[in-house]
C-alpha cells in the first residue's frame, strides 16, 4: 500500500497529474476538485493516494489532504461505487460539499455528477449518513473553516441554536445543503451566537 508520494508535478492533465519523485512518474489521478488547487507544474506537492488493483491495471488516486483520500476510500464502500465514479463525484463535489449534501440528505446534488444516477446518488446518503458526525459541521472543532478557531473553543452549547437556524434556512426555501454550508460558515467564526444570529449571518453568505 502506498500512502502518500512526495515529488515534483511534472505534468497536470484533465483528470490526473505526472508526479516525478526520484526519476520514477507516476500517474496519478485527481479529483477536478483537488486539481483546481494544486501547484503548479515544476513545483513540490505531497499526494495521499489510493492504489486500486484490477487484473489489467494498476491505478493511483490522489488527494491533496489524508481527509480527503480517507473519505474517497469510505466513498467506495458504498455498493456501486467504484474509484472511477468516486473520482466523478468528487470532481463535482468537493469533500466538505458532500458531506454536507450526504448529512443534508440533497441526492440531487449528487446526482449532479457525470455518471451517477438518482439510485447511486440515494444509496450514497443512505450507507453513509450514519458515518458522518453533524456536530462536526456545527462546530469549529470538526472540520475548520477559514477564520475559525481551529478547535481551539467547542460549540456544543450552540448547537441546537444552529440546527434551529438550518431549519428556519430550509423553511425560507433553501435547500438542506445550502443552509448547513451558511450555518457552519457563521458558527466556525462565532460559537456563542444565538439562533437569531446565525440566521441573520447566514442569510448574507447565501
Known amino acids: 500500500m502506498i500512502g502518500y ?51 489489467d491495471a494498476m491505478q493511483l488516486y490522489g488527494f491533496l489532504t489524508r481527509d480527503a483520500c480517507d473519505f474517497f ?49 440515494e444509496k450514497i446518503v443512505l450507507e453513509l449518513r450514519d458515518k458522518i458526525d453533524s456536530d462536526d459541521f456545527l462546530s469549529p472543532d470538526g472540520v475548520a473553516a477559514p477564520g ?22 430550509v423553511a425560507l426555501g433553501y435547500s438542506s445543503s445550502d443552509a448547513m454550508r451558511a450555518v457552519k460558515s457563521v458558527v466556525a467564526l462565532n460559537a456563542d451566537a444565538d439562533t437569531e444570529s446565525i440566521l441573520k449571518n447566514a442569510l448574507k453568505t447565501i
Open 5 to 55: 508520494i512526495k515529488g515534483t508535478i511534472d505534468s497536470i492533465f484533465e483528470n490526473y497529474v505526472w508526479l516525478d519523485n526520484n526519476g520514477v512518474g507516476y500517474e496519478i489521478f485527481v479529483p477536478a476538485s483537488e486539481l483546481d488547487r494544486m501547484p503548479h507544474a515544476g513545483e513540490e506537492v505531497r499526494l495521499y493516494t489510493y492504489l486500486h488493483v484490477r487484473e
Open 73 to 121: 476510500k469510505m466513498l467506495i464502500t458504498v455498493s456501486g461505487v467504484g474509484p472511477k465514479a468516486g473520482l466523478s463525484i468528487l470532481s463535482t463535489l468537493d469533500v466538505d460539499a458532500l458531506r454536507f449534501a450526504i448529512l443534508a440528505e440533497d441526492s440531487k446534488a449528487i446526482a449532479k455528477s457525470p455518471g451517477i444516477g438518482k439510485k447511486t446518488a
Open 148 to 169: 475559525s478557531a481551529g478547535g481551539a473553543v467547542t460549540a456544543d452549547t450552540s448547537s441546537d441554536a444552529a440546527r434551529d437556524a438550518i431549519e428556519a434556512l
